[in-house]
């Protein structure tokens, strides 16, 4: 499969690009139009056969996957991804879930977020559904990746799961990042709306397909589509028709028609829209693959001697938090 740049237009970070403009030709050059997508978020290190889950991706017209890291090992996992496929970035974080773990992990894990290929700083949040990890513990963890994610300037990626008053709480205290995502978003109108006063971005997963859906459908339907993202979450969440499977980032074209058929927005429009959000909050370049704007290597610029923020430097607690 090889994709073929066709036009470009818009800015350099890729917001004004649309996503038909370019050509998706299948083996044997039919040349098919497809609407090119973007999974903004999936865990390629938890799925088999990474080179024949990203073809059948490319196959399906997803020009590109973010892979996010949950602890140190997937989040060398997802650099090293990244790294060998120019259809993959990377981001690194420690997972709610695994906040216990940071004063063992949370300074190496600072240390890629300077790589190559690395555009976001997460996942991180709360998950208040699981307490697998004690809620100070998360908080700690949080507040730390809002200041690498500030002082790195990637993109925060945001896990809540019925925690919305301590994660907008840690974000007012500490400043919302410039780029900010709500990843997997399970809210409703009122959650969203919070979320995108304070100059977010949601992205809907396969939940979005769901029949019981209705609070999640809304949000989507509400939220600017410029500030709409979609995902696969894979190999979680798998959308609505192949539940049973393990997800892949090939099906978030099924989570892009969800969002379309909960807007009653045409699927077209919402593929144009998702890939320049996708572009703009992540900083990624206007084309299918290279370097993502500013991020080879070094900060964005005006962050050319920011250093992330080690574990002994992590802000301090959210009261009434424990």
Known sequence: LRLRRVSLRGTPNGSAIRARDFRVGALGGAGDDLMPWVDSHCHLQGLDDTRAVIDRAVAAGVARMICVGTDLASSRQAVELAGRHPEVWATVGLHPHDATRFDEEWDAIAELATADRVVGVGEAGFDFHYLHSPADAQERAFRAHVSLAQNSGRTLVIHTREAW?????????????????????????????EALSRGAYLSFSGIVSFGGAGEVQAAAAATPLDRVLVETDAPYLTPVPHRGRPNEPAYVVHVGEAVAGARGSPVGDVADATWASTAAVFGLPPGPSGQASGLAGAPFPGLAGARPLSGKQAPGSLPGVS
């Open 165 to 193: 008053d301590a994660t907008f709480g840690v974000l007012d205290e500490e400043g919302v990042p410039e780029r900010t995502v709500f990843h997997c978003f399970t809210g409703g109108e009122g959650e969203a709306a």
